[in-house]
């Protein structure tokens, strides 16, 4: 009987996940996201956006472009500190120059600078390669292999789990660990959505479900509420 109550709730949990991804699709659209024209592009916007706006990387990237640095040879060969001079707009600009430069020392040292052949290898050992090179942690790790690599990987952020919470579907002491499973394990493993429905969780978590005074009745997910039902 427990095995099937299991069951039962795995089913309705899998229902939710997806009627979630249903009405914020409905509500929204596609979002369009990586924002990146290259898959490098992308590697270096996923690192640049910790802690900060899209808006302030992207001014960053196209300083970076302007300057016909958005490559990584060009870009390895840029000390820290001229790096940080070029990121200066994403903020915190010395801190993620280390990072950067700590992916491109990898990325040179372990593959001459062959970004393909870096992000051909397996989920599982590329994942774990990223998560060695510092400043690189979970969120940033898997935005690399969905975005820039084309892996069906769940990428988990602050939004995601707050708009959890919140519908009680997760506690708040639930890990990134706990949170990516619960996608990966309820929904068939598709880039395509996957890449969709990080992006629609952004987008509700930034107009509606805010840290603070958030905006319940106006937001598309409200019918999931037990309050609106």
């Known amino acids: 009987m427990r095995e099937k109550l299991r069951e039962v709730k795995k089913k309705e949990l899998a229902h939710t996940l997806k009627e979630f991804y249903k009405t914020l699709y409905r509500a929204f659209g596609a979002q369009g996201w990586w924002p990146g024209r290259t898959r490098f592009e992308v590697i270096v916007g996923a690192i640049l956006t910790q802690n900060t706006s899209w808006t302030n990387v992207e001014k960053a990237v196209t300083g970076l472009k302007r300057e016909r640095l958005l490559t990584p040879a060009r870009m390895h060969a840029l000390s820290v500190r001229e790096l940080a001079r070029h990121i200066r707009p994403a903020g915190y600009f010395n801190i ?6 700590a992916f491109l020392n990898h990325l040179f040292d372990n593959y001459g600078g062959n970004l393909d052949r870096f992000l051909t290898r397996r989920t599982a050992g590329l994942r774990q390669e990223l998560l060695t090179i510092n400043g690189i ?3 940033t790790a898997d935005s690399i292999l969905l975005y820039a690599a084309d892996r069906a990987v769940f990428v988990v952020d602050a939004y995601t789990k707050r708009v959890l919470v919140r519908h009680g579907l997760v506690s708040r002491d639930a890990t990134y660990e706990d ?3 619960l996608f990966m394990e309820n929904l068939a493993r598709s880039t395509r959505v996957f890449n969709e429905y990080h992006a629609l969780f952004v987008r509700v978590g930034k107009e509606f479900c805010k840290t603070k005074k958030p905006l319940c009745r106006a937001c598309p997910l409200n019918i999931f509420l037990p309050d609106f039902t």
Not at 96 to 101: C, G, I, S, T
């Open 137 to 139: 942690g979970p969120e």
């Open 179 to 181: 949170l990516q499973e």
């Open 96 to 101: 993620k120059a280390k990072r950067l430069k």
